[in-house]
């Protein structure tokens, strides 16, 4: 690997370690300890944090931050402008956090001024080869995204979500904490925290009780999670008001979660419990 070439002053900082042949446009801001790789492209607008990596072919553009220790694999496109035909060119931003490993073709795109002007990748996420992360998603930390897995437009994932292979979520799709998403499912409505989501068009079929144990949830708070997942699937009356009552009578802090969950406004209905 050969050294920067000259930029403007504090641009690029000086132990960054550049191939030759990689091409960074004047105005990009590269981090103490980055690595780029041959043939990579950066953008004037992006900023590496330190210690970021990227690899031979992979292409950063628009207005996009990648957060310290990340890692870009080659040929994944980040930052390009939205697959939105609203988009006109406005300044919109994507933010990726730390320690992220986003691999090999892979897309992730800035948002719109519609969604807000802002794409955000938590810290610690996998995203695996050819997934799509879509215009002004919220995604929270320790994702993992498996192969050629979608995200459109506006959906929001929380920490610890896992969405498998080939899997498509629909735009405005929240889903919850702790949920696990199974390969091929095309998940058009808000997925609770917690839940394990199986099928080609998906269901809830229970609780991701694997992903609970392995983060440390009590044995009391699993009981009192499947006791609200029965009533919620299986009660009488309409959802809100099984959830309400929930709400009313939580001593978990996992199904209070779950009941503020449902009670949360949003374009999407909760996808069905078996």
């Known amino acids: 690997m050969s050294t920067a070439m000259a930029r403007p002053s504090g641009a690029i900082d000086p132990t960054a370690r550049i191939h030759r042949t ?13 690595t780029i790789g041959p043939f990579a492209v950066i953008g004037p607008e992006v900023t ?6 990227v690899r031979p072919h992979a292409l950063l553009t628009g207005w996009t931050e990648i957060g310290e220790g ?5 040929f994944a496109s980040v930052g ?3 697959q939105d ?12 956090g730390a320690r992220c490993r986003i691999r090999e073709g892979a897309t992730l795109n800035v948002g719109t ?14 995203i695996m080869a050819g997934a799509h992360v879509a215009h002004d998603v919220r995604i929270g930390d320790r ?53 394990l989501v199986m099928g080609s068009r998906p269901v809830v079929e229970g609780l991701n009780l694997v992903g609970l144990k392995r983060r440390g949830a009590s044995r009391e708070d699993i009981a009192a999670l499947r006791a609200a997942y029965d009533g919620l699937a299986r009660g009488e009356g309409a959802l809100a008001d099984r959830a309400r009552a929930l709400a009313g009578a939580a001593g978990s802090p996992l199904v209070a979660e ?3 969950f449902i009670l949360a406004d949003s374009s999407r209905r909760i996808l069905p419990l078996e």
């Open 48 to 53: 590496l944090g330190p210690g970021v990596t």
């Open 258 to 260: 779950v009941a503020a």
């Open 143 to 195: 994702l993992i995204m498996a192969n050629y897995a979608a995200i459109a437009g506006h959906a929001e994932l929380g920490d610890d979500v896992v969405v498998g292979g080939l899997a498509g979520i629909h735009q405005f799709v929240r889903i919850g904490r702790g949920a696990i998403v199974g390969a091929g499912a095309m998940v058009a409505h808000d997925v609770i925290p917690h839940a």
């Open 85 to 96: 035909l609203k988009y006109r060119g406005e300044r919109t931003r994507l933010v990726v």
């Open 113 to 126: 001024e519609g969604g807000g002007g802002l794409t955000r990748v938590g810290d610690d996420c996998l």
């Open 22 to 34: 990689a091409v960074i446009e004047e105005g990009a801001r590269i981090g103490a300890g980055c």
């Open 80 to 82: 390009e402008v939205p």
């Open 70 to 74: 990340s890692t870009v694999f080659s």
